[in-house]
């Protein structure tokens, strides 16, 4: 690989695998329909995943850009049975409240056609939580606290990384955001610079998986040409 330098820094020559115009065609297309598979799930297996499986995927999700390459993410990974049930509990509490006394009617009818609700046994039965957190500074070794950038656009480009990830493995996935979520940070004892930014239960689907026959938005209605 060439290198050289820029204003200082190590710069490495890149080059893309590129392809003609039949061929974009077809990979954009199977890539669109492959995608297209992937499901939020709330039906899983307690089936063991390799543990190396879960390190692939936080390598994948890692590869994605970053403000000022700051990387401004934390991946905990939570397998120990006592720790998910004490996750599971404190989100319960969040979500039974908030089905009660926070969220709209509006709101409480737009989740209807998803069947979810406040009780969140996924939580204990999938083999691993991932518990995504973002990173708002970090701190140098004479104590200076160094702002990170665009902080929450970073994290969730890797956050869609991860799930393409996860996909791509043979898992599934649930996006679980309760809220407040301050006692993810309690309980896995993050540093002051961590907020948890997503929750994501990840293993195989149960023999019996069911999820909501819901329809995607059109190309039409999702994107504007000018």
Not at 9 to 20: G, L, Q
Not at 89 to 105: C, F, G, L, P
Not at 205 to 212: F, L, R, T
């Amino acid at each position: 690989m060439n290198q050289k330098d820029i204003n200082g820094y190590p710069f490495a020559s890149y080059s893309k695998e590129s392809y003609n115009s039949s061929e974009m065609l077809l990979r954009s297309k199977t890539f669109y329909e492959w995608m297209d598979t992937r499901r939020t799930c709330r039906d899983f297996s307690d089936k063991p995943v390799p543990k190396e499986v879960i390190e692939n995927i936080l390598l994948a999700a890692s590869t994605a850009p970053s403000g000022a390459h700051k990387q401004p993410w934390s991946f905990c990974v939570v397998s120990d049975a006592e720790i998910k049930k004490q996750i599971r509990i404190a989100a319960e509490t969040e979500e039974k409240e908030s089905y009660e006394n926070r969220m709209s009617d509006e709101w409480l009818n737009d989740l209807a056609p998803i069947g979810t609700d406040w009780q969140k046994p996924f939580l204990e039965t999938a083999p691993y939580l991932i518990i995504v957190f973002s990173r708002s500074y970090e701190v140098e070794s004479n104590g200076h606290k160094h702002q990170n950038y665009y902080v929450k656009e970073s994290v969730g480009i890797a956050c869609g990384f991860l799930l393409a990830a996860i996909h791509d493995a043979g898992l599934i996935a649930l996006t679980h955001t309760p809220s407040p979520m301050n006692f993810l940070s309690k309980i896995l004892r993050r540093p002051e610079n961590e907020r948890p930014f997503l929750l994501i239960p990840v293993g195989y689907a149960a023999e019996e998986c069911w999820v909501p026959d819901l329809k995607r938005k059109s190309l039409q209605e999702i994107s504007a040409w000018y």
